[in-house]
Protein backbone atom coordinates (compact mmCIF):
# COMPACT_ATOMS: atom_id res chain seq x y z
CA UNK A 1 0.00 0.00 0.00
CA UNK A 2 2.70 2.13 0.63
CA UNK A 3 3.82 2.39 -3.11
CA UNK A 4 0.53 4.38 -4.01
CA UNK A 5 1.47 7.31 -2.84
CA UNK A 6 4.93 6.78 -4.62
CA UNK A 7 3.58 6.12 -8.21
CA UNK A 8 1.01 8.99 -7.53
CA UNK A 9 3.67 11.36 -6.53
CA UNK A 10 5.73 9.91 -9.67
CA UNK A 11 2.72 10.23 -12.52
CA UNK A 12 2.08 14.06 -10.75
CA UNK A 13 5.61 14.71 -11.51
CA UNK A 14 6.17 13.78 -15.26
CA UNK A 15 2.88 15.14 -16.17
CA UNK A 16 4.24 18.88 -14.90
CA UNK A 17 7.17 18.08 -16.82
CA UNK A 18 5.60 17.28 -19.56
CA UNK A 19 3.58 20.25 -19.86
CA UNK A 20 6.54 22.49 -19.69
CA UNK A 21 7.58 22.27 -23.18
CA UNK A 22 3.96 23.85 -24.11
CA UNK A 23 4.84 27.28 -22.37
CA UNK A 24 7.75 27.69 -24.05
CA UNK A 25 8.31 30.39 -27.75
CA UNK A 26 7.45 28.62 -31.11
CA UNK A 27 10.06 30.10 -33.89
CA UNK A 28 10.70 29.49 -37.71
CA UNK A 29 13.44 30.66 -40.03
CA UNK A 30 12.49 33.04 -42.74
CA UNK A 31 14.44 34.04 -45.80
CA UNK A 32 13.64 36.13 -48.87
CA UNK A 33 16.01 37.52 -51.83
CA UNK A 34 16.62 40.72 -50.07
CA UNK A 35 17.35 39.64 -46.79
CA UNK A 36 19.70 37.28 -44.43
CA UNK A 37 17.91 34.63 -43.35
CA UNK A 38 15.87 35.10 -39.89
CA UNK A 39 14.36 33.84 -37.19
CA UNK A 40 10.42 34.81 -36.35
CA UNK A 41 9.44 33.55 -32.86
CA UNK A 42 5.68 33.98 -31.45
CA UNK A 43 5.82 35.12 -28.28
CA UNK A 44 3.31 33.69 -25.61
CA UNK A 45 1.21 37.01 -26.11
CA UNK A 46 0.51 35.85 -29.32
CA UNK A 47 2.80 38.12 -31.12
CA UNK A 48 5.86 37.71 -33.37
CA UNK A 49 9.21 38.79 -32.36
CA UNK A 50 12.35 39.22 -34.51
CA UNK A 51 15.80 39.08 -33.20
CA UNK A 52 14.21 38.83 -29.50
CA UNK A 53 12.40 41.89 -30.40
CA UNK A 54 8.28 41.73 -30.06
CA UNK A 55 6.92 43.07 -33.14
CA UNK A 56 3.29 44.38 -31.59
CA UNK A 57 1.84 42.46 -34.43
CA UNK A 58 0.13 38.55 -34.34
CA UNK A 59 2.15 36.21 -35.49
CA UNK A 60 0.22 34.87 -37.62
CA UNK A 61 -0.80 38.29 -39.71
CA UNK A 62 3.67 38.84 -39.16
CA UNK A 63 4.02 35.76 -40.90
CA UNK A 64 1.39 36.18 -43.72
CA UNK A 65 2.72 39.46 -44.68
CA UNK A 66 6.33 38.16 -44.73
CA UNK A 67 5.32 35.68 -47.54
CA UNK A 68 3.04 38.43 -49.11
CA UNK A 69 6.23 40.30 -49.30
CA UNK A 70 7.71 37.43 -51.35
CA UNK A 71 9.90 35.91 -48.26
CA UNK A 72 9.92 32.01 -47.54
CA UNK A 73 9.01 30.70 -44.07
CA UNK A 74 9.26 27.30 -42.65
CA UNK A 75 10.57 25.11 -40.30
Excluded: H, W
Excluded at 4 to 12: K, Q, S, Y
Excluded at 56 to 74: H, M, N, V
Aim: with cysteine.
Amino acid sequence: MKKVPFIIAIICTLSIFSCKKDDGISCTNCSSPETASFQVCEERNGNASVNGQNTGTPYDTYIQGLQDAGASCGN
